[in-house]
């Protein structure tokens, strides 16, 4: 018997290759390929005079130099496309002012790190040699940082966008100002997130090699969407799509900063290896990663709302600016998720969001797991607990008031979502969740716990944190799968891994779908060579959308497998089951007539040679056959193979509820969480033991958020900290054990009833440490991420206020 | 003279890397991460940071991890160099810390986890008993971005009982 | 993140090092031993010596050795062979207290400790052990030895009384008299960062276990390590250390700045509390040693 694969803790197929030193990562791959530095903007905001490259010709090693003005002269030889700006990836309407950067600076740098020289050269050593030896000429303009410095618009980032606006976007149900000014007690409260980053360990890369005799050209990237960067090269290079094949090798993570594209290397790169008729490689390094790629999270808020005396929301209105960075190739995707999941498991009431998307000097901003939500979870959250405070209520109580209760599921929150779509949570249990935190953490009993500490000279503090994620978005994905003759099944997917296991979760899917042991299945993500139709990865979106897909494709393979076996087996289709990779008369048993998937992939294929062993079974003398029928069936196509998509009508949402127990030192200001808790619910879990490591891995970059990195801008423009040294992303030692219990509400609107798991994790960090810092302080906290200084500084504040 | 000098051609270094003696002509700005994975191929080690801090590609140079973005290879002549692909089992599948990680899934991405296996190879040589405390601060001076380090801890411990364990 | 190219030297004995040194004096010559602070410099073009002498290759420089007068550590002896040295750890033990927060045990394994004295990071652990030890560093030049005094060693950030030609063989951390204990209590962001304040402390009891003199070194709060005399802090006969007294002292001595990570005030008050806590564990291991004298 077969044992369900869905649903068990299976080890990862990914991992005896990754462990052992035998992943292929980007940069383990072309070590003879010419690489490529860049000469990068020293300043934030500047025009670009003049490039002297004279001292760089005689390094040793150069192959080509190349700037803006290459890239437009290669246009009018060419027709390409290199030298316009890069594409606006989300259109929205509201974007009215969307600017996007170009891949060589056209006169113009607008952040610190702007790429305005590619140079090319042996290796990576004498690349930088050259890069040093290059002078830049700049007439500087004044640096736009921080959203205060934008929203007052003294100096423009882009001269033709005024206000240093992009978007400005309102979304509302119902009256809110009416019913907040109506309501017995109101409040209002500002709100900030600083800027962080995905910081993936390995940073972008891109190798290209073309073939002049075949004229086509190979680019691996290390991306998180392999199908749309081919599209985007193909136009880029005026080359056929058809030339173009981009596959994704090992990718060491990404947590979204990936799924942009295409960045200017994955532009520059393969057309350089075009131009120069050899390989061509960039492997970005920590500096480039912190300056070139994108960060996100910063955001102000500003927050009005009117509640009831039992702490109901009677209408709630938000407001808050964007920082969006230099251009904003990703849209207002980020906002927009802020907007919209902000109102997490409540009823708000009447509810009002306005948002602005700014420019600034810096860095661009695009999503970063979470995306936007980790900001709405601190809003809201943090409003939950002034209300609480305000009306000396217990912080679990004011929530518990203000849930969406499971009878009113599916719930429509009467506003659109990141995909256009209807903002409709579709299931969740949101008491059920409370009780199981509580029971967790041990919520009713904390307030002992925390007077005992007090009486030893301790300050200890307890927070908790609600959010919904919507997973899933879509508009679809999609799986091939195709049994060899010998049994193996061969799983394809266009969307690409970064690390979770998706090899193993597909698998698992596969295994149970098709009936086949897991062993035999292998899965390849991200590779256009082997399937060219996909999104990409972000959004807690491969176990619904390409799980799904493959789960479809898999009943399809199965259904084709069972005709033709019926017709070996002479048994009707409906009599048959397919039981490790056997077709057999169900009742029958192990030793009943049965006919193994190899042999069915066979039978599939007619054929005239018989190249192997098997193939001889399939030839066209082999067995007696109907004369009058076409060896393959109307309607059926060669092969044991099929390919099929899915496509939702909208997001699932998931759900969760962290609770963090902080100790603060009453001396130096340190802060320690003791105790991190989490109660989830992603809909039916394929594989546990992945599903845990991602909420480890989430609640660990939450902690970072919260207590350790920020991205610290001078008002000159200049990242202060723009190495691992100084920007905090935590070690083991800042890391606490994380307890986890499931709550599992399967979602109604997939094949497999799952939700999104990869981000959840980091969402309500911030908030929930936040308000366990201010429980152990008794002090407001607004702002996060906080550090001890800031904390000391704070209790400084209070004193004097208090005094 | 005994001066050993390097201008802009190279400079013969021997290392022996995981057993196999190699002698390579390098130039003396080489990095060691950079000799072991272009030079030798040996792509395990992972470059995460370039300046010392992440980890990613800490070898054990005579039994001793370090790093080797800090290094520069011929500053090494003479030395034995053990990286990821070294800590294999004789038959080149998972050694026990390895096998550990696999077991407690303390492995997403992978890129980090060739550094936290040397780390951890050596740590285990001087502690082969650790308590979970201990297992945290062995692997404290390793970023990862994927795991939250919970079950990079777990995979401490559970190496220290497969080399515990008779091999069969 | 490549390092430039520079030209490689490997001699086989501080003469040849310091010849070396010296005749490329002008070409931004610069020793190599752990290298642990210069490679990344280098990587990041930071730093760009056109000559390394690497001294990694130099025999007799790998020692740690106690003396009657304290422990002399050689120039290649790295920090983890430094703390775990048995012998030093039972003359010295604030050199293990020290050590053990010193970046991370990886980057303790190349570091060397005379090395790190050299490069004179205001935030480095054994500037201020050195210091509050009142050691030296011993230097060889073109024009024979010299032996400098840590006070006059540290000469600002990233400065130190170090000559170009010049190789630092060995720094001797003294001894400090008997009935005395020692801590070092720092707090850094993230555990093996650079503190934002961290103090060494020194607390010597007489048989009576009264206190007899104190004294701390202190790091991250001023252009080198400081170092703080609490001798006026310590009251009378059977007493301890007074901590507004302390607290005075340390104030007046130190001299810190805002950073990213902390502001000036923040270390300023860190200052006062981790003197604070380290001098309370150094009184405590002080009397420990009269205790098991007795």
């Not at chain 1, 009416?178 to 997130?193: N, T, V, W």
């Not at chain 1, 030793?591 to 066979?602: E, F, H, P, Q, T």
């Not at chain 1, 936040?770 to 152990?776: N, P, R, Y």
């Amino acid at each position: 018997m077969t044992t369900r694969m869905v649903g068990e803790p299976v080890k990862r197929v990914e991992d005896p290759r990754l462990v052992t030193g035998n992943g292929r990562y980007l940069d383990d791959l072309g070590h003879d390929a010419f690489e490529v530095a860049f000469v990068r903007s020293p300043h934030a905001h500047a025009r670009v005079v003049d490039v002297d490259v004279t001292d760089a010709l005689d390094v040793e090693g150069l192959v080509a130099i190349y700037t803006y003005e290459d890239l437009v002269a290669d246009e009018e030889e060419h027709g390409t496309r290199v030298a316009q700006a890069l594409p606006l990836l989300i259109p929205h309407p509201t974007l009215t002012h969307g600017r996007t950067q170009h891949a060589l600076a056209n006169g113009e740098v607008n952040h610190v790190g702007e790429a305005i020289v590619m140079v090319v050269a042996s290796d990576r050593y004498a690349a930088e040699d050259a890069v040093e030896r290059i002078r830049v000429d700049y007439e500087f303009l004044t640096p736009i940082v921080g959203v205060e410095a934008a929203r007052a618009a003294e100096h423009l980032v882009h001269d033709d966008v005024p206000g240093n606006v992009a978007a400005r976007m309102v979304q509302e149900t119902g009256d809110a100002d009416a019913a907040i000014d109506a309501a017995p007690h109101r409040l209002e409260l500002d709100l900030a997130i600083e800027r962080s980053a995905s910081m993936p360990m390995e940073g972008k890369g891109v190798h290209a090699r073309w073939d002049a005799d075949d004229e086509s050209l190979t680019v691996h990237t290390s991306t998180q969407t392999s199908t749309s960067v081919r599209q985007a090269v193909a136009a880029k290079l005026n080359l056929p799509v058809d030339r173009v094949e981009v596959v994704t090798p090992d990718v060491g993570g990404g947590f979204g900063v990936k799924i942009v594209h295409p960045w200017p290397e994955e532009v520059l790169v393969p057309w350089a290896a075009l131009r120069l008729g050899r390989p061509v490689k960039w492997t970005e390094d920590r500096r480039e990663h912190f300056v070139s790629s994108a960060h996100e999270r910063g955001q102000l808020h500003h927050v009005r709302v009117g509640y009831d005396d039992e702490g109901r929301l009677l209408g709630l209105s938000v407001k808050f600016w964007h920082d969006h960075g230099a251009y904003i190739p990703y849209g207002l995707i980020v906002p927009i998720i802020t907007s919209t999941q902000l109102l997490g498991p409540y009823k708000p009431g009447a509810y009002r969001v306005e948002f602005e998307s700014l420019y600034t000097n810096t860095v661009i901003v695009t999503p970063y797991r979470g995306a936007g939500r980790p900001q709405g979870c601190f809003v809201m959250e943090r409003t939950m607990d002034a209300i609480a405070a305000d009306l000396g209520l217990d912080r679990a109580l004011v929530r518990e008031r203000n849930f969406i209760q499971p009878d009113e599921m599916p719930y429509d929150q009467g506003l659109i979502f990141q995909d256009g779509r209807q903002l409709l949570y579709d299931s969740g249990d949101f008491p059920g969740s409370l009780a199981k935190l509580k029971e967790l953490v041990g919520w009713d009993d904390f307030a002992a716990y925390r007077e005992q500490a007090r009486a030893e000279g301790r300050r200890v503090g307890i927070g908790m944190a609600c959010y919904v994620e919507g997973t899933g978005v879509g508009p679809y994905e999609g799986g091939h799968i195709r049994v060899e003759t010998d049994g193996t099944v061969v799983v394809s997917t266009g969307l690409t891994t970064q690390g979770q296991g998706h090899q193993t979760m597909l698998a698992q899917i596969v295994a149970d779908e098709l009936g086949v042991p897991f062993e035999r299945i292998r899965v390849t993500t991200g590779d256009t060579r082997r399937f060219k139709y996909a999104v990409g990865t972000f959004a807690s979106r491969t176990a619904v959308m390409s799980g799904s897909a493959v789960a479809v494709t898999a009943r399809a393979v199965r259904e084709k497998a069972l005709r033709i076996a019926s017709d070996a087996l002479e048994a009707a289709v409906e009599d048959l089951e397919i039981v490790d990779g056997n077709v057999r008369v169900k009742g029958t048993g192990e030793n009943g007539a049965s006919v193994d998937l190899g042999a069915v992939a066979v039978l599939s294929n007619p054929l005239r040679y018989a190249f192997d062993e098997a193939a001889k079974r399939a030839t066209q003398f082999a067995a007696p056959a109907d004369p009058d029928k076409p060896p393959v069936a109307e309607g059926e196509s060669p092969g044991l193979e099929a390919s099929q998509f899915y496509s939702p009508p909208r997001s699932t949402f998931a759900n969760g509820m962290h609770a963090v127990v902080v100790e603060t030192d009453p001396d130096t200001a340190d802060i320690k969480v003791l105790r991190y808790c989490v109660v989830h619910d992603c809909g039916t879990l394929i594989n546990p033991m992945i599903v845990e490591g991602q909420i480890h891995g989430g609640v660990a970059q939450g902690v970072g958020g919260a207590l350790y990195e920020r991205m610290e801008y001078a008002p000159d423009g200049q990242l202060l900290n723009a190495s691992f040294m100084d920007f905090l992303m935590p070690y083991a030692s800042e890391v606490p054990e994380v307890e986890i219990d499931h709550l599992v509400t399967p979602s109604p609107l997939n094949p497999l009833g799952v939700k999104g798991a990869g981000e959840a994790g980091v969402i309500p960090g911030a908030a929930a440490i936040a308000a366990a810092i201010e429980d152990a302080e008794g002090i407001t906290i607004r702002r996060m991420p906080i550090s001890p200084s800031e904390l000391f500084h704070l209790r400084l504040e209070n004193q004097e206020a208090g005094s | 003279m005994s001066d050993v000098v390097s201008t802009g051609s190279t400079t013969r270094v021997s290392l022996t890397v995981n057993g196999v003696r190699h002698d390579l002509d390098l130039p003396a700005r080489r990095l060691l991460s950079d000799a072991l994975r272009h030079d030798l191929r040996l792509t395990g080690t992972h470059v995460g940071c370039e300046h010392g801090v992440c980890g990613a590609c800490t070898v054990l140079v005579d039994g001793a991890p370090m790093r080797s973005c800090l290094l520069f290879a011929v500053s090494l002549d003479g030395a034995e160099i053990t990286t990821v692909e070294g800590c294999r089992s004789a038959d080149g599948g998972m050694g026990p810390v390895q096998q550990a990680f696999h077991e407690c899934h303390a492995l997403q991405c992978g890129f980090c986890t060739p550094g936290f296996i040397t780390t951890i190879t050596a740590f285990l040589d001087d502690n082969p008993a650790p308590t979970r405390d201990e297992a945290r601060e062995a692997v404290s001076g390793n970023l990862c971005r994927c795991t939250g380090y919970v079950n990079i801890v777990s995979a401490v411990e559970r190496a220290a009982e497969l080399r515990r364990e008779p091999t069969p | 993140m490549k390092p430039p190219a520079f030209t490689y030297h490997r001699p086989a004995t501080v003469q040849e090092a310091v010849q070396l040194l010296d005749a490329h004096a002008g070409e931004g010559a610069k020793v190599l031993a752990g290298g642990q602070s210069l490679v990344p410099l280098m990587s990041m073009r930071l730093a760009a010596p056109g000559h390394l002498v690497d001294i990694n290759h130099v025999a007799g420089l790998d020692t740690v050795e106690v003396t009657s007068t304290g422990v002399r550590v050689g120039a290649l002896a790295r920090h983890s062979r430094v703390e775990h040295d048995a012998a030093a750890f039972a003359a010295l033990p604030l050199l293990r207290q020290a050590l053990g927060q010193v970046a991370h045990p990886t980057i303790r394994n190349r570091g060397t400790t005379v090395g790190s004295l050299v490069h004179g990071d205001p935030a480095a652990e054994m500037t201020a052990v050195l210091a509050v030890l009142d050691g030296e560093v011993e230097l060889v030049g073109p024009h024979g030895s010299r032996s400098v005094g840590a006070a006059d060693f540290f000469v600002g950030p990233m400065e130190t009384e170090h000559a170009d030609a010049e190789v630092a063989v060995a720094a001797t951390f003294r001894r400090p008299p008997a009935g005395t204990g020692s801590a070092f209590v720092e707090l850094a962001r993230r555990h093996g960062d650079y503190a934002m304040c961290g103090v060494a402390a020194l607390v010597t009891v007489d048989a009576d276990l009264a206190v007899t003199g104190a004294r701390v070194g202190l790091i991250s709060v001023g252009a080198g390590p400081v170092v703080v005399d609490l001798g006026p802090a310590v009251s009378g006969s059977g007493g301890g250390v007074d901590t507004p007294r302390a607290r005075e002292l340390v104030d007046a001595a130190i001299d810190p700045e805002d950073d990213i990570h902390a502001t000036a005030t923040y270390r300023r008050h860190l200052a006062h509390v981790l003197t604070e806590r380290a001098v309370a564990q150094a009184h405590e291991a002080a009397r420990g040693t009269r205790r098991s004298a007795a």
